[in-house]
T-cell receptor, first 111, second 114 residues
Framework: RKEVEQDPGPFNVPEGATVAFNCTYS??????FFWYRQDCRKEPKLLMS???SGNEDGRFTAQLNRASQYISLLIRDSKLSDSATYLC????????????FGQGTTLQVKP | GAGVSQTPSNKVTEKGKYVELRCDPI?????LYWYRQSLGQGPEFLIY????????DSGLPNDRFFAVRPEGSVSTLKIQRTERGDSAVYLC????????????FGEGSRLTVL
């Protein structure tokens, strides 16, 4: 079983739609969680950290469910520019520095 | 520029050859990471350095892969006796220190082994 699992998609949605991605992680000792965004043939860039209480940044909301070991990302009012691959990232407790990436979920926003 | 710089951006080599990939991190960043990414997959962890020392090299697939960071800045990933399965984009990232901080990635070195 992979340490971090994501549905690769692609998710094809119209502009203005709300879309949600989930990610599950296998190690219950994981302590830090992130979403990174990767555009086609580009390097990954941090989108947002995920906090236990959930957090929001504009149209993006991230949530963590430790009991079920999953992380979610919600995108409201999708824009064409949101088209990218979204990578779920986990860091284990006591292993500061090593970040484990999921396969990524591809989003295509259509006009 | 002020970002992470990787060279070469593209490398085509023949099976069995030796390859070196270089990473120049953001100035002042003490932590440096190597990942590799195959098409349709997420970045796969290889190794990370805190300063000059390899803090975790558990992701190196076998002893053909080796990485150094002798002065705590520039790092070189070395691959001996390359195989076709080594073909991937090799990504380097740096962060201000170890811990749950933001990783800043370079644009990657695309390695093709024929």
């Amino acid at each position: 079983r992979k340490e971090v699992e994501q549905d690769p998609g692609p998710f094809n949605v119209p502009e203005g739609a709300t879309v949600a991605f989930n990610c599950t992680y296998s190690n219950s000792a994981s302590q830090s969680f992130f979403w990174y965004r990767q555009d086609c043939r580009k390097e990954p860039k941090l989108l947002m950290s995920v906090y236990s209480s959930g957090n929001e940044d504009g149209r993006f909301t991230a949530q963590l469910n430790r009991a079920s070991q999953y992380i979610s990302l919600l995108i409201r009012d999708s824009k064409l520019s949101d088209s990218a691959t979204y990578l779920c990232v986990v860091m284990l407790a006591g292993n500061t520095g090593k970040l484990i990436f999921g396969q990524g979920t591809t989003l295509q926003v259509k006009p | 520029g002020a970002g992470v710089s990787q060279t070469p951006s593209n490398k085509v080599t023949e099976k069995g050859k030796y390859v070196e990939l270089r990473c120049d991190p953001i100035s002042g960043h003490t932590a440096l990471y190597w990942y590799r990414q195959s098409l349709g997959q997420g970045p796969e962890f290889l190794i990370y350095f805190q300063g000059t020392g390899a803090a975790d090299d558990s992701g190196l697939p076998n002893d053909r892969f080796f990485a150094v960071r002798p002065e705590g800045s520039v790092s070189t990933l070395k691959i001996q006796r390359t195989e076709r399965g080594d073909s991937a984009v090799y990504l380097c990232a740096s962060s201000r220190d170890q811990g749950p901080g933001e990783l800043f990635f370079g644009e990657g070195s695309r390695l093709t082994v024929l």
